[in-house]
């Protein structure tokens, strides 16, 4: 069974910088093909992507945003971590994590559950 | 950045009605083409992908189609468990995963 988990602080303050985990199980991040994206989604908006990591370590970004993302693996501990600097309220939504399995050209087919990040003084 | 409309943005429909949500690319995207439903409060799970392949368990009523810029997902029957929000989404290039703004079904 595939299951993703995001992790991380629900409340940051503005400029501070975000570290979100996403903690993955039933599969490898080392398996050609498999990929792991960060989307996020603001209360009552649309979904956002911002940024993918495949099995061979490469990595993309939403453009607008790539100056602040960084996306990394840890193959051996089934992790994918995000972090975003300088957060901003606009940046107040939930983020999930998802899978891919046919390179990053294919559709998310297990999502986490999300977490809800806030951020505000 | 190839841009994706839906339409409607919201519709309601009856039980048992055929319900048809457009997708519409600003540029040709071949078949790269998933949809997305979000039932209030929960995750988004795939229904279908390639533009019309239906991920496996999801219900026969769903089908998808087109190619190019233009897109369906079409319920047959619409059920009361169908209500949702829908997102298509493109990615056909993994530097501009893009999202529709999503149609809001109610019955």
Same mark, same amino acid.
């Given at each position: 069974q595939v299951?993703?988990?995001?992790?991380?602080?629900? +409340?940051?303050?503005?400029?501070?910088?975000?570290?979100?985990?996403?903690?993955?199980?039933?599969?490898? +991040?080392s398996t050609t093909g498999m990929c792991v994206s960060w989307i996020r989604q603001p209360p009552g908006k649309a979904l956002e992507w911002l940024a993918l990591i495949d099995w061979d370590d490469d990595k993309y970004y939403r453009s607008s945003l790539k100056t602040r993302l960084t996306i990394s693996k840890?193959?051996?501990?089934?992790?994918?971590? +995000?972090?975003?600097?300088?957060?901003?309220p606009v940046d107040t939504a939930t983020y999930y994590c998802a899978r891919a399995t046919d390179g990053p050209y294919d559709a998310f087919d297990v999502w986490g559950q999300g977490t809800l990040v806030t951020v505000s003084s | 950045d190839i841009q994706m409309t839906q339409s409607p943005s919201s519709l309601s429909a009856s039980v048992g009605d055929r319900v048809t949500i457009t997708c519409r690319a600003s540029q040709g995207i071949s078949n790269y083409l998933a949809w997305y439903q979000q039932k209030p409060g929960k995750?988004?799970?795939?229904?279908?992908?390639?533009?019309?392949?239906?991920?496996?368990?999801?219900?026969?009523?769903f089908s998808g189609s087109g190619s190019g810029t233009d897109f369906t997902l079409t319920i047959s029957s619409l059920q009361p468990e169908d209500v949702a929000t829908y997102y298509c989404q493109k990615y056909n290039s993994a530097l501009s995963i893009t999202f529709g703004q999503g149609t809001r079904l109610e019955i």
């Open positions: 299951t993703l988990r995001e992790s991380g602080p629900a +409340l940051v303050k503005p400029k501070q910088t975000l570290t979100l985990t996403c903690t993955f199980s039933g599969f490898s +991040l840890n193959t051996s501990k089934n992790q994918v971590v +995000l972090t975003i600097t300088n957060m901003d | 995750v988004p799970e795939l229904l279908i992908y390639a533009a019309s392949t239906l991920q496996s368990g999801v219900p026969s009523r």
